[in-house]
């Protein structure tokens, strides 16, 4: 039975696609456990037929089957997943089979050579029997039957336990008749009808319970689907706005890697929902002057989204008037007290590099602190020195105080915007990556690109998390000069 909480992820997809997802992810749990079972099953035959003694052909073919059936289990997930799952359960039975088939054939041929040296010598025997000079004897051959009714009725019965679409069905069930049959014609020149009467029985009963219980499956499905689709549309609808909303925030942001001049970038963002409140972006502002800038609004969903296309828009206009990152970072929070009436918060950072005069300019507006790394030294320096947070308050900065600072950016030299999703990501006891971890990651990579330091520390938050769920969003910008 399907919760109404399971069938949230059903209704993302069409219905047929959606009784197709839930039918291999019934299947995937079903081949494990059958796995499971069947490994366990003939390695208790092995071990039992080992200790009596009695090892013969058989007993080869249940070790074979037991440590076949073990590996797959052991390396179940890495060989199976919920994607493929039903190919290649359905090449895994039809290889079975054969594989069985052909054990079956030869199996055989060593039985039937069996008979023939045991009566030779037996003839040898009587003929060096004095005592018996005109005694009489027969030799009989037992004809072994050829197991492939057995195989039949084991395949047919697994096939019962796993879920396939009619057409599959079909196919498998003619398959796991029709190859024995051939079998036995070709092979043991079987051509009697009535020993096989409880092998066609059975395999039509089999067909019959795994063909009605799958069309009981698909009605029930999709009469769930349309209760629940209905129940939901209107959750339905918002949630492909809001992923809609997604496409177009993330179509804002430029490229993630970008050359201007000796200047090399790369930025990431990744919103912790369908919508995040964070944005970053780098400005040409002229042939010497470069502009980067990174903010982050308060919380991360609509409301935030609706804000940084503001910001986004001021800033271009912005930029027509000044690039000078105290000025322009003014002009933005009277934009933000002007247009929130929910006095919403955003911390920023601008910065302007100038490769003619070797300078960095920047102005921090209650942002986490950027960091530098000089290409000469490798050292690294964290840029403290901030100003208030957009929107906090109209008189952004007071007259006496000057938060805007300009240090030297020379060739080699590398400065690092981020968010606090980077600081505050926690692993599954709630552990923060924390500035300390940052630090220690910056410091055993200086010398690396602008690309490799942003892959590399994504990857590096991602090994803390450990799958524990991301809830900030996380947006990088690394610059570098050549």
């Known amino acids: 039975m399907v919760t109404a909480f399971e069938f949230d992820k059903y209704l993302e997809h069409s219905k047929e696609d959606s009784y197709r997802i839930h039918q291999d992810e019934k299947n995937f749990s079903s081949l494990r456990t059958f796995i499971l079972i069947l490994s366990i099953v003939t390695g208790f035959i092995t071990i039992t037929t080992f200790f009596d003694g009695s090892v013969d052909y058989d007993s080869y073919s249940n070790f074979t089957a037991f440590i076949v059936s073990l590996l797959l289990r052991i390396f179940y997930n890495r060989i199976f997943s919920v994607e493929t799952i039903r190919r290649k359960i359905f090449i895994l039975f039809v290889t079975a089979l054969i594989l069985f088939l052909l054990s079956a054939i030869l199996q055989d041929f060593i039985e039937k050579k069996k008979p023939v040296a045991d009566n030779k010598a037996r003839v040898e025997k009587l003929k ?3 005592n018996q000079d005109d005694q009489n004897f027969d030799i009989t051959i037992d004809q072994k039957k050829t197991g492939t009714a057995t195989i039949v009725i084991f395949f047919v019965l697994s096939l019962i336990f796993f879920r396939f679409p009619k057409s599959d069905q079909i196919q498998l069930f003619s398959l796991a008749i029709g190859l024995p049959l051939l079998t036995d014609l070709i092979f043991f020149q079987d051509f009697g009808i009535t020993g096989k009467i409880p092998m066609f029985i059975t395999t039509l009963l089999c067909f019959v319970i795994s063909y009605s219980s799958e069309n ?4 029930k499905f999709n ?3 349309d ?3 209905k ?22 942001l430029p490229e993630s890697r970008k050359s201007i001049g000796d200047l090399r970038i790369a930025a990431t963002s990744l919103p912790a929902s369908e919508v995040g409140g964070d944005y970053y972006d780098y400005f040409n502002i002229n042939d010497d002057l470069t502009g980067i800038f990174i903010c982050d609004v308060s919380g991360h969903g609509v409301a935030s989204a609706l804000l940084l296309s503001g910001l986004r828009s001021c800033m271009h206009l912005i930029l027509e008037d000044t690039s000078n990152p105290k000025e322009v970072l003014v002009k933005l929070n009277k934009m933000v007290r002007r247009t929130q009436n929910r006095k919403m918060f955003v911390t920023a950072v601008f910065a302007v590099i100038d490769t003619k005069n070797n300078k960095c300019t920047l102005f921090n507006a209650g942002h986490l602190p950027p960091y530098k790394i000089s290409g000469e030294s490798h050292e690294l320096f964290k840029i403290k020195r901030h100003g208030i947070t957009l929107g906090a308050v109209d008189n952004f900065i007071s007259d006496e105080e000057d938060n805007l600072v300009t240090f030297d950016f020379k060739k080699g030299d590398k400065l690092l915007l981020y968010t606090d999703g980077i600081i505050e990501a926690m692993d599954n006891v709630k552990n923060e990556y924390g500035f300390t971890r940052l630090e220690d990651f910056l410091y055993k990579n200086t010398s690396g690109t602008p690309s490799d330091l942003l892959d590399g520390l994504i990857k590096d ?5 450990d799958g524990a769920e991301q809830v900030d969003d996380i947006s990088i910008l690394v610059l570098s000069r050549n």
């Open 216 to 219: 009981k499956r698909h009605k």
């Open 461 to 465: 938050v991602n090994k803390f998390s």
């Open 231 to 252: 129940r939901h549309s209107e959750t339905l609808r918002m949630k492909k706005e809001l992923d809609y909303a997604r496409e177009i925030q993330l179509s804002m």
């Open 223 to 225: 009469r769930e689907y």
């Open 227 to 229: 209760v629940y689709f």
């Open 128 to 130: 060096n029997n004095d």
